[in-house]
């Protein structure tokens, strides 16, 4: 029995970064394969620290595409593998993740989004939501946790591995370069003891007996020679994707029970700053209340649409220029609900910008 | 309340370490705290700066518009950390690493440089990379506290222990931690070193000791 990375319940002060390298050996990942790129960096710097200690492995690829690829190798092989990326590199993993939807390889990628367009900043943003939800040159069949603090990262990185090897679909987790290099407070847990079974990593490959004979054949496929194939392949993911949504999606929401003037729509650690804004908008008599989705993809449609419907408008927060008001706007398609939006692109967003844009707003 | 804390500085001179253990101390304490550095693509050289928040609930946003007290080590660093004075906040400078104009360059027209007295007694040729140049402190600062760590440091102690004085200042400007806490924080970080050199903690402790014995007041605005 090897020993395990976390026993009982543990109080921590850590970086997110650290965080997630923690969640990944408590989760029972077997390997980690990565290429270097700030804000990450530092997942595989603890990773290659922590797991020799607990019999886990680690390889740094020539770059991101082949970091992609041989996660997939190891999944298909049978091992709980994943990695890390953000920003210029996230781009580069588009094909792999791609190719993962296609086969229906589960994995898991940690996201700590740092600024864009191209290198633009080291340091934070929320510009890879799109990317994350929809890159690659597929339809989206992808499960995208945005994290909004350390718990969520402790906890959601477990659940990823979870949620990717159960529905078979690529899952992300969003952090950013803030939650990256921030230190806070969090509890770390060993996932057994509460409950939590880790789904079994099994080969896909490779099996044994005589393929036809003794089991049937397995025939992992990413081309197709005719439209009408494809077309059956891939309305049948859309069909699974369909299906699992409900059960994969989630999302928080404060002080939405009631009528309000204003409904704030943030995802991430600008959702924190939404909630800190809550009681200052109400010493300035603003009723507000504000709905974080947890996933972005799926999307809790029908939950976010119960909320808006309480409110006379909706303000978007996010830093980036659109991408998650996109998400919003289909979202909430068909609602006559005005729908305004504070965007800052790359640079962080606090509860006191918040109040001051609603106020000027109002 | 979050009692938020800006620290910054040259790189090497040590903001970030105090800034964890002034948020380790906070955690250990039962606080909630949260810091983060600001970094950018410069692997070296740049202005270092650090966010502290500490409160006795769930912090949220890990930034913020403005601080209760903003410490500046260094020309650069006092521009950079403008933003995040208002009339609330506190602001510590080091004296003897900033050079504050006198005289305002706005309104006379004339470069700050020139103003300062101190530039006009120079007597050898300047040399550009020693030339100390002026930057004018926020205004708006609620309370400015000139400290001269740097050169107290230096006579009276070591050099090296500079950011520990700073830490001082900052911890009693602010009461947000205790000072056993904050020791302790300290032994967490360097048990290791004041194990084999036990004239090393004295020397921290001394450090911290005469870094709160320079500011006056406790508690922030």
């Not at chain 1, 009528?259 to 700053?273: F, K, N, P, T, Y």
């Amino acid at each position: 029995m090897k020993e395990k990375p976390v026993k009982g319940e543990r109080r921590v002060f850590m970086t997110g970064n650290e965080v997630c390298a923690w969640a990944a050996l408590a989760a029972d990942a077997d390997i980690m394969f990565g290429y270097p790129i700030t804000p990450q960096t530092d997942i595989m710097q603890y990773w290659t620290r922590l797991a020799p200690k607990y019999g886990k492995k680690f390889l740094q690829t020539e770059d991101e595409i082949s970091a992609g690829f041989t996660t997939l190798g190891a999944v298909i092989a049978g091992k709980r593998a994943f990695s890390a990326t953000t920003g210029p590199g996230n781009v580069l993993f588009q094909e792999p993740m791609s190719m993962a939807e296609m086969m229906r390889i589960p994995v898991v990628l940690i996201i700590p989004m740092r600024g864009g367009p191209s290198t633009a900043t080291v340091i934070y943003s929320q510009q890879e939501v799109t990317m994350t939800a929809f890159g690659g040159n597929g339809e989206g069949f992808r499960v995208v946790y945005s994290t909004a603090g350390h718990q969520d990262l402790y906890d959601y990185t477990i659940k990823a591995f979870n949620t990717a090897w159960k529905y078979r679909f690529p899952t992300f987790v969003l952090s950013d370069g803030y939650q990256g290099k921030m230190r806070e407070s969090l509890t770390i847990y060993d996932p057994a003891e509460r409950g939590i079974e880790m789904v079994k990593a099994e080969p896909m490959l490779g099996l044994p007996g005589i393929p036809g004979v003794d089991r049937p054949t397995r025939h992992l496929r990413n081309t197709y020679n005719t439209e009408e194939e494809l077309y059956e392949v891939v309305m049948q993911i859309a069909r699974d994707f369909e299906k699992a949504a409900p059960e994969i999606v989630e999302w928080q929401d404060f002080d939405t029970d009631s009528e309000m003037d204003v409904l704030i729509l943030a995802h991430g650690v600008v959702s924190r700053a939404a909630q800190g804004a809550l009681p200052l908008l109400k010493n300035e008599g603003i009723k507000a209340g504000h709905f974080r989705p947890i996933t972005l993809r799926p999307m809790p449609e029908e939950q976010m649409r119960a909320a808006a419907a309480r409110a006379n408008r909706v303000v978007v927060v996010e830093s980036a220029y659109g991408q998650f008001l996109k998400l919003v706007k289909e979202t909430l398609y068909g609602m006559d609900k005005p729908i305004d939006a504070i965007l800052r692109p790359g640079v962080g967003i606090t509860a006191e910008e918040i109040v001051a844009e609603i106020k000027e707003r109002r | 309340m979050a009692v938020r804390i800006v620290l910054a500085g040259e790189g090497g001179q040590g903001v970030q370490v105090i800034a964890n253990i002034l948020a380790e101390a906070a955690y250990a304490e039962g606080k909630e705290a949260v810091y983060i550095p600001n970094f950018g693509v410069e692997q070296r050289g740049g202005v270092s700066i650090a966010f502290v928040q500490i409160d006795d609930k769930r912090i949220d946003s890990p930034k913020f518009p403005k601080a209760d007290i903003v410490v500046a080590l260094s020309n650069r660093a006092v521009d950079r950390t403008r933003q995040y004075v208002d009339e609330r906040t506190t602001f510590v400078y080091d004296d003897s690493l900033v050079a504050a104009a006198e005289i305002h360059e706005d309104v006379i027209g004339i470069q700050a440089v020139e103003a300062d007295p101190r530039s006009q007694r120079q007597t050898e040729a300047v040399d550009d990379s020693k030339q100390r140049k002026t930057v004018r402190l926020p205004e708006s600062a609620g309370t400015i506290i000139p400290l001269s760590a740097n050169d107290i440091a230096k006579k009276e102690l070591h050099p090296r222990v500079f950011n520990v004085m700073i830490l001082g200042a900052v911890l009693k400007a602010t009461g947000v931690v205790s000072v056993e806490q904050v020791k302790a924080a300290l032994e967490a970080r360097l048990g290791g070193k004041f194990a084999k050199n036990p004239e090393l903690r004295d020397l921290n402790y001394r450090a911290l000791e005469r870094g709160m014995g320079l500011v006056e007041h406790v508690g922030v605005n």
